[in-house]
């Protein structure tokens, strides 16, 4: 099975491993998951990457919790900036991938939503080799420290009402820190294009929180989102 139970400084992590096929070593990709969870899509979104050739691990940062209550924990601990149980869970992640005989020594970082935010704030911290935001908010915190941050791949839906001029604004900031970017905005979609969840597995309050940001699965946008993360990974993480 691909669930492995990593052990972090805050207790176990339940994290789920996509390996490439062929001889490796690999370049190794932390995922981090949006407000719902470990899921299907989270998976999906590991086998992608191993698909690609990079060496995925994907904790969940619930750590097998009830979802609504770890997800209010977990949006405060991106908000505020400060290290919590989730952060350790991903410390965790990585630091498995770098233990692997079959990982390169170089890792990136994905995120999806909440978990966006949460590779905004590792990207500052000189842990990461790239990192590919993905409708994740940056905090007052991360945009101070900005001038430092790895090479940074990242998307946004131009109907998405949480994130409105928000490629244009991450775009002007980095370009004038000659932080290396790729920045784009998909005009036709909204929040979460990336993310496809199946009906019933979600809690009422992703719900109603994907109504109001306009959540829905784009296809041609995520296609062409997952062509510019992986070439852009496969250029920084080489």
């Known amino acids: 099975m691909p669930e492995l139970q990593?052990?972090?400084r805050c207790g176990p992590v339940?994290?789920?491993v996509e390996r490439p096929t062929g001889a490796g070593?690999?370049?190794g990709v932390v995922v981090i998951h949006d407000a719902n969870g470990m899921s299907e899509d989270?998976?999906?979104q590991a086998r992608w990457l191993a698909g690609e050739g990079f060496l995925a691990a994907a904790p969940d940062?619930?750590?097998g919790g009830a979802k609504v209550r770890c997800m209010v924990r977990v949006i405060r601990e991106v908000s505020s900036g400060r290290d919590g149980?989730?952060?350790d869970a991903l410390d965790a992640a990585r630091g498995w991938l770098l233990e692997q005989e079959g990982c390169s020594g170089r890792v990136g970082v994905i995120g999806f939503c909440m978990g966006g935010g949460f590779a905004w704030m590792l990207a500052v911290r000189g842990r990461h080799?790239?990192?590919?935001v993905n409708y994740g908010t940056m905090t007052p915190a991360v945009e101070e420290q900005l001038a430092r941050a790895c090479p940074v791949v990242a998307s946004f839906g131009g109907r998405d009402p949480t994130l409105?001029?928000?490629a244009e604004r991450v775009q002007r900031r980095l370009r004038a820190l000659g932080v290396v970017h790729d920045v784009k905005e998909y005009p036709a979609a909204g929040h979460g294009f990336m993310n496809s969840h199946r009906p019933g597995t979600m809690p009422w309050l992703f719900v109603l929180l994907a109504r109001a940001s306009r959540t829905r699965f784009d296809p041609s946008a995520t296609a062409d989102a997952r062509q510019r993360i992986v070439a852009f990974f496969r250029e920084h993480l080489a």
């Open 25 to 27: 070593p690999w370049p």
């Open 14 to 16: 339940p994290t789920w």
């Open 61 to 63: 940062l619930y750590r």
């Open 129 to 132: 080799d790239a990192a590919s």
């Open 85 to 87: 149980a989730a952060m």
């Open 6 to 8: 990593l052990e972090g």
């Open 164 to 166: 409105r001029g928000e």
């Open 42 to 44: 989270l998976r999906s």
